[in-house]
């Protein structure tokens, strides 16, 4: 069985990667994304072990010191980490896994996995990026101003990936990242694995 393929998927907040990655995942029945555990306090319209696994400050640090994350951040004031073991075992199964992670954790990735797909999705633009987090209604105006700080600081990260999105359009956003991911399937040190009976076959003399 060929081993699974990390791919990450990253974008400032609000540019609808959360939304993207659910309609990904729902349409792909080899694909799974893993569930950061994080410091963050729930939303009313979060699950617990769905969203986030939410622990706290204390559990999390356990966690760290014991090695338990692939990849940790602090954003916003709060931890983020994804569950090594967890990863790991997906991977094993042969199946793919989106990490829905920031830019700090994408490096951290990358330098552990080098053969990563690191997707960073955009918005059209930043009038339009303020304007979802206000819909959403999740937060503050001063937290939204805080967040387009960010934004923009985040955005600079963009030249570390491999693909860019722009989520204009929401179905052909969501083309494009299954496109991408279908892509990385083909290559051949991929199919190598995949098709070693068939190439095997085709060789033979």
Known sequence: MAQGKLIIVSAPS?????TLVKAVIDNSDDL??????????????ETDGVNYHFIDEAKFLDMLQDGDFLESAEVYGHRYG????????????????????????????????PESCFIFILPPSLETLTKRLQDRAQDDEDTIEDRM??????????????YVVVNDDFDRALADIQAIIRSEGLKTVVQQLNLSQLLASLTRG
């Open 82 to 113: 994804t569950s090594q073991q967890w990863v790991n075992s997906k991977l094993a199964e042969g199946l793919d896994v989106i990490l829905e992670i920031d830019w700090q954790g994408a490096a951290q990735i990358r330098n552990l996995y």
């Open 14 to 18: 609000g540019a609808g990667k959360t």
């Open 32 to 45: 799974c994304v893993s569930v950061s555990h994080t410091t963050r306090p729930r939303r009313p319209n």
């Open 149 to 162: 700080k960010e934004a923009r600081s985040v955005i600079e990260h963009v030249c570390e990936a491999d």
